[in-house]
């Protein structure tokens, strides 16, 4: 086996991989500049006032990055020498090196990890997911650069905003790009809404209720669609409207606008007709992109679980992974929707929304890793087109 390290300097081309963790995006090269204070932090262009500069390669979806060698050195906290390690025996990860040396080794580092970092053998780069770059790397992370002032004034604005609403704020977690449809349906939402308060519009006509769709079908079932896109009270709208913000810029992105949309419809649809095969409310007319953000709510789940969201609960603000609070989300819509004769929610449609997306979402992400796998120079192994 050969285990030199390469330590030639000379200057190494861009990455060109497949996120060799996730697989769902290529690398994404990220300019950190050291500020006159010491600080790191992102920039667009080289900053001539840095005192200088590293170009990170990072996945916008699972957060991991790559450290190429020496770069380690400069951004993270000074207990792992990447040359050392590369040299020690180890055991092969399933995981290849984004400058295509084939298999990374798994090393691990107990007292600063409970999981192991992945090391190539020939360039000595290092690999860190996303959680353990948050603790071996604070210096790469938006929230490590934070001063406690900024943190804390950050966390307090927060704090009151969600005593007040009880919404969920994500803690680190943006998106890359412009989410269009996401701000289209933000609009149409609003205008729509507008439009029925002047009374140009009257939601009955275009509402679910499940009574007239079973009984006069070719009349009403175009509402399974058309309920979507109309709101009860100007609470419900944006109640929803915030929700879908929070999740859909992060989903849009990595789905694709043509996939959101069939995501976001569908799921609407589904909730829709589950809504009229189980709920008693047989007269009650239904509205809303609820079902429809439910979809996109479980799509989020399984592409990002453990992404972090802020929650204040009795006044204690918790930092909560995605899933346990999209977990204890659909335990709330199942109680409610077999034991409670609240009819001013739709349980059914939620779920019927949520359950979609599920079902949808792995099949999207397994179509995404072979495109990306297809469109880069170093596909990840486990990924690799055949
Ligand atoms: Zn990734
Ligand atoms: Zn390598």
Redesign the pocket.
């Known amino acids: 086996m050969d285990r030199a390290v390469d330590t030639s300097d000379a200057p190494q081309a861009p990455v060109d991989a497949q996120?060799p963790?996730?697989?769902?995006?290529a690398l994404v090269p990220v300019t950190l500049a050291q500020l006159a204070n010491g600080r790191w932090r992102q920039v667009d262009e080289p900053d001539p006032t840095a005192a200088q500069h590293v170009v990170l390669d990072t996945?916008p979806?699972?957060f991991?990055a790559w450290f190429d060698r020496g770069e380690f050195d400069v951004l993270g906290d000074g207990a792992v020498d990447s040359v050392r390690l590369a040299g020690m025996e180890a055991r092969r990860s399933t995981r290849v090196c984004p400058r295509g040396h084939g298999p990374m080794y798994e090393h691990q580092l107990p007292g600063l990890l409970k999981t192991p970092i992945e090391c190539c053998s020939r360039c000595a780069g290092i690999w860190l997911d996303g959680e353990e770059r948050r603790k071996l790397a604070v210096r790469t992370t938006t929230e490590g650069q934070q001063a406690l002032k900024e943190k804390l004034v950050r966390r307090g604005v927060i704090w009151v905003a969600q005593i007040v609403t009880q919404l969920p704020v994500e803690v680190d977690n943006p998106a890359r790009g412009t989410p269009w449809l996401v701000y289209l349906l933000l609009g149409g939402f609003l205008l729509l809404f507008f439009a029925e308060v002047q009374g140009f519009l009257f939601y009955r006509d275009w509402a679910v209720i499940s009574g007239k769709i079973v009984r006069d079908y070719d009349d009403s079932v175009h509402t399974l669609v058309t309920h979507q896109f109309l709101h009860g009270s100007w609470y419900h709208v944006l109640f929803n409207a915030y929700f879908l913000y929070i999740f859909g810029d992060n989903i849009e992105h990595l789905f694709g606008r043509w996939r959101f949309a069939l995501l976001f419809i569908g799921a609407g649809v589904a909730g829709g007709a589950l809504h009229v095969l189980l709920s008693y409310a047989t007269a009650t007319p239904v509205v809303g992109a609820s079902g429809s953000i439910a979809g996109v709510m479980a799509a989020y789940l399984w592409s990002f679980p453990r992404a972090k969201l802020f929650q204040t609960i009795f006044f204690v603000q918790l930092k909560i992974p995605a899933w346990l609070y999209l977990g204890a989300w659909v335990g709330l819509q199942l109680v409610m929707g077999f034991f409670t004769t609240k009819v001013q929610f739709a349980w059914f449609a939620h779920l019927g929304g949520f359950v979609f997306g599920l079902l949808m979402t792995p099949l999207v992400l397994r179509a995404r890793r072979f495109e990306v796998g297809r469109e880069v120079r170093v596909p990840a192994a486990a990924y690799a087109p055949r």
């Open positions: 996120c963790a996730c697989g769902l995006h996945c979806v699972c991991g």
